[in-house]
């Protein structure tokens, strides 16, 4: 991967999270740095998620949805990936009780992190 690519990946990260945190109501949060070394997920910090970002031209939900889903898996977490195109809002894939996935808006997957933070004590 490419210098541009990695900057790209987290400044779209970065930018991902200024709009999650500001929709939850929380201060800040921030990109997980040990992501590379330690393969976990883009954000580690919304209680009960693993959530990964991706910011690109192709879309490749199901590959990107794999690596989320194996992310949660070693977090113990729910997966949940956030992504976009440029000129693009962000789109999001949650978790199904199925195992699957489905695709939402990025305000229902605000709902749908809120939902659950609701249903636990």
Not at 75 to 97: K, Q, V
Request: net charge positive; hydrophobic share 40%; glycine share 6%.
């Amino acid at each position: 991967m490419s210098a541009s690519q990695r900057r790209k990946g987290a400044n779209a990260e970065r930018e991902a999270l200024k709009l999650l945190a500001a929709a939850l109501g929380i201060d800040l949060l921030q990109r997980n740095l040990e992501q590379s070394r330690s393969g976990g997920a883009d954000c580690i910090q919304v209680h009960g998620f693993a959530i990964e970002v991706k910011r690109h031209e192709r879309l490749s939900r199901p590959k990107w949805w794999a690596q989320a889903v194996e992310q949660g898996r070693a977090l113990m977490a729910e997966p949940m990936l956030l992504y976009r195109r440029s000129r693009e809002p962000w789109r999001a894939l949650i978790h199904t009780i199925n195992g699957g996935y489905r695709e939402a808006s990025f305000d229902e997957a605000v709902a749908h992190i809120r939902e659950k933070w609701a249903c636990w004590p």
